[in-house]
């Protein structure tokens, strides 16, 4: 099976970030992790600050891979368009947030994407991603 995890905007900083919210990890070495314990499926990963090149990498991945990975960072309280181009795609999206977003800012608390997405994964940390894999893999 062929997954790919797309990381939204500031999610670069993993593990120099707000490292209290964020945790101290690089995305980089929880994605190698990730591809140790997944060996049999294809894993992809993309990460953009730029709202259009999220966008445009969702059109692309949207007709062939099995599952979609995203984590918008504060593109999901934002992006009416990410929300769109979901709809326009084939290929399942399951919404992934590091940190409990109901727990934070009440900007937070809304998401253009949640409506579209199979389904949402929030506050397990990192672990979130492993969680998003195993739902695809258990279908």
Do not use: W
Request: aromatic fraction near 12%; charge should be negative.
């Amino acid at each position: 099976m062929k997954f790919i995890i797309i990381n939204g905007p500031n999610l670069n900083l993993l593990g120099k970030r707000e490292p209290e919210i964020y945790g101290s990890e690089t995305f980089e070495d929880y994605f190698n992790t990730l591809n140790n314990k997944y060996q049999q499926h294809q894993l992809d990963y993309y990460q953009s600050n730029v709202e259009g090149e999220l966008i445009n990498k969702l059109h692309e991945v949207g007709f062939d891979y099995d599952g979609i990975i995203l984590n918008a960072g504060a593109y999901t309280h934002t992006s009416v368009a990410i929300g769109d181009a979901i709809k326009g795609i084939q290929t399942p999206v399951i919404e992934v947030h590091i940190s409990n977003t109901f727990s934070r800012e009440d900007f937070r608390h809304v998401s253009y994407i949640s409506p579209n997405a199979k389904g949402v994964i929030l506050g397990f940390g990192m672990q979130g991603y492993d969680l998003a894999l195993k739902s695809f893999m258990t279908d």
